[in-house]
């Protein structure tokens, strides 16, 4: 086996490995909610890497319909369940 691919064996152990172990905190934590708008910002990015390396496909409207919302969407669940989550403290806080 080439010393490229164990390099490349190696990473996506360890990318796998810290996925794992990241995903398993947040669910024990209770917060999955980041773990996944990072997965859906990832994509986001990843389309837009794809669409500035091979242009914008036919029929461009329905492509920038999934670009968007992939990119606005994680920062928008980020931020409302932060919200959600100081207004719920406050809420248990004794007056």
Known sequence: MPISQRVVQVCLFLVAAIAMLGG????FLGQPVYLLALGVLLAGIGRLVSISQVGLPAPAAVWLGYLI?????PFVI???HVATNRH????????
């Open 88 to 95: 719920a403290s406050r809420g248990a806080a004794p007056a």
């Open 69 to 73: 919302p992939e990119l606005l969407l």
């Open 78 to 80: 980020a931020v409302a």
């Open 24 to 27: 398993t905190l947040q669910m």
